[in-house]
């Protein structure tokens, strides 16, 4: 089903339109929401018109915004409206537009900035050096009794959405959710808010079947929605733990950052764009990015296209081997530059990898710099390192940490085969004995892995990269094409390379696949499904082998997650006396941060 002409709609629209609904039309919404998509055509005046037969017609004005925000701006034309089943399914086949806590839009593109209400603090390279400012400590502040409310409902919609699972979780389960986190979003809450619609995301997405949808990505959507929505609910939680409804921008005085590589970023909500990372002359990581709606052709263009950051003069591939000296900054939490009134840039001289403040990057011991990657609750940085190639084993490429260091398999940063990754890192792969600095994230849902963004040549060695001029020292692996001349002849393969091992793999080795399994069992097909999976001999093979490999935790928990999907106590009418999701999504959610939990810690193993 294409939606490439339907506006996205707001989640309060679609949750109203469906809640208006007869108990009989909604059963009969997700059948008449299959097709209208396919039936969308463009008006003359800017609308989009759907057409159900010559009796009915829906049409989408959608406002400024180009989303659906009010009822208004959906009408049909039958009889029935507007508690029609024709609005509710064209409006149910259209995008979920993004909250105010999702990020993306104007935010990605660093335009998008709200001064912070407390000092930052000065970074980086000014001739004089910067004062310290002092912050007083403030005591966290409880969440309301509206916010924790909001947040109740929200845990009941998503314990109701995981308990119908990918098989059920039709329209109307969609609805209950949206509904849920559209309260989340005007009592505060904009980060449960952002999380509820990530899950309806994955829930589409999977029931429509889309090409490169994984049930992995949809469980860990459902584990950080349920594990959010409990923590507030409890009342426990302060109001950080709610998040910001938009990115925050504090003042970070005088810069003077460097350009490290680019990064296409390409979203499966429609997004698309560039990310282009720097580090500041004390070593501080910093991003500018220009993300927007759009798609692949984006993508490629914005990698080229002029940075909108103070006026300066430089593109984003001119950033990424160049650098600025930024008047008036403005940096949000994570480190986004924003490009608000009174910054001002002007270009400096990049610095090569093998320089400082770069070179720094690569320095540090692999073991030490992953350490903390995997200590940090948030998203991991970028890690530098120098490697040789030993070869291709599967999807990735094989490597040695210099040093004696651990094995190391790189990955492509993003498998769409019209972003160079995967053939530049096929074209490495080829070249056994090349010595590589390697500058990428860390994957931490998989053994000792790297997903490289660029690689430039290792100082001093022979056998290493030949890079042109023009490049600075690095190829942006997202961007840049290698070529047969970039490689020295000597570790070129005479004859196809043979495969290598990528040596032990203690995640996959470990039997809490089988975990993993159990969970995403229940996000496809429910609360029954695990029922089902808990009355045959699977479930005490599975006991069996996770105790039998020291996992007695992983096992009584994954115990509980059948024994509660199982649990529907009936009265003498065969009534259910506990209809509730509440305990099966708990004990799914107590399994989940377990397994997640374990699997980190073998993570660590691997890079150890």
Known sequence: MSTELLPPVAPDVLADAVEQLSARLRKKLDAAIAGCADQAAATADGAVEVRFGEDAAVTLRPGPSGAITAAEQAVCSCLLAPRCLHRAAVLGAAPIADGEGDAGGAEESGTDETDGSGPGREEGASAVPAAEVVTESVAPVALSAPQVRAASALWDAAAEALSAGVTAGGAVVQAELLRAAHTARLAGLPRAEAAALRVVRGLRAARERRGGQRLGDLAEAFRELLAGAALLA????????????????????????????????????????????????????????????????????????????????????????????????????????????????????????????????????????????????????????????????????????????????????HPHPELPHSANLRRIAEHPGLALRVLGRPDLDRAATLRPLAVGPVPGASATLRLPDGWKGHADLGYDRLQGEHFPRETAAAAAPEPVSAGPDPLADAPLWRVRRLLETGVAGGRRAVAEAGRGTDAASLAARLTGAGLGGAARLARNVTVEAGRRPRDAFGRLTDPSADAYARAWLASAVHLAAAERSLVAASWA
């Open 234 to 413: 409890s009342g426990s939680a302060d109001v950080e733990a709610a998040g910001s409804a938009r990115r925050v921008y504090e003042q970070g005085g005088s810069l003077r950052v460097y350009g490290l590589c680019r990064e296409p970023v390409l979203s499966a909500t429609g997004y698309g764009g560039v990310t282009t990372h720097l580090v500041g002359a004390d070593g501080t990581g910093y991003t500018v990015s220009d993300v927007r709606p759009g798609g692949l052709a984006r993508v490629k263009g914005a990698g080229s296209a002029s940075v909108a950051l103070g006026g300066a003069v430089l593109d984003h591939a001119g950033l990424a081997r160049g650098g600025l000296r930024i008047v008036g900054a403005t940096v949000s939490a994570d480190g986004r530059l924003g490009a608000g009134r009174g910054v001002s840039a002007t270009p400096l001289r990049g610095v090569d990898w093998s320089e400082k403040p770069a070179a720094a990057l690569f320095a540090r011991p692999v073991r030490e710099a992953m350490a903390d990657v995997l200590t940090e609750d948030t998203a991991p940085g970028l890690l530098g390192c120098d490697v040789e190639v030993i070869g291709a084993a599967g999807d990735c490429v094989v490597v040695r940490v210099a040093g004696e260091g651990p094995l190391l398999r790189l990955r492509p940063a």
